[in-house]
């Protein structure tokens, strides 16, 4: 899923230098696992990607949004092709994570 999510994004200029990356990673993993988890997105995601990433969960929410802004300043129109509907600012991360999540899972399948 690394790769999937890298390739994701690249034209974003979001690489695995940022600080967020893996928690966007574990983020995506965990949805993809039960997008339920987003009802709860603290507790369900937020926590668990803390664990795996050894950090605060406030350390997620925080270092994903900026991904998220870093991604809104480079191409705000393919997140909002991504996203498919009109975003009119840039999205939250409970969004972003479902956003990039419906990527991978497309990605993956047109890999196959």
């Known amino acids: 899923m690394n790769a999937i999510i890298q390739d994701i ?3 974003f ?3 695995p230098r940022y600080a967020g990356f893996p928690m966007l990673v574990a983020s995506v993993e965990l949805y993809l696992e039960d997008p339920n988890r987003l009802s709860a997105v603290i507790d369900e995601i937020y926590k668990p990607a803390a664990k795996r990433c050894r950090c605060t969960s ?8 900026t991904i998220i802004q870093q991604a809104w300043r480079k ?3 393919k997140l909002r092709e991504m996203a498919g509907y009109t975003l009119f600012t ?5 969004e972003f994570i479902e956003i990039i999540a419906r990527e991978a ?3 993956k ?3 196959v």
Do not use: L
């Open 13 to 15: 200029g979001v690489t």
């Open 90 to 94: 840039y999205p939250k991360v409970s």
């Open 75 to 77: 191409d705000p129109a």
């Open 58 to 65: 406030d350390n997620v929410e925080r270092n994903i949004r």
């Open 105 to 107: 899972e497309k990605r």
């Open 9 to 11: 994004m690249r034209p």
């Open 109 to 111: 399948k047109s890999s």
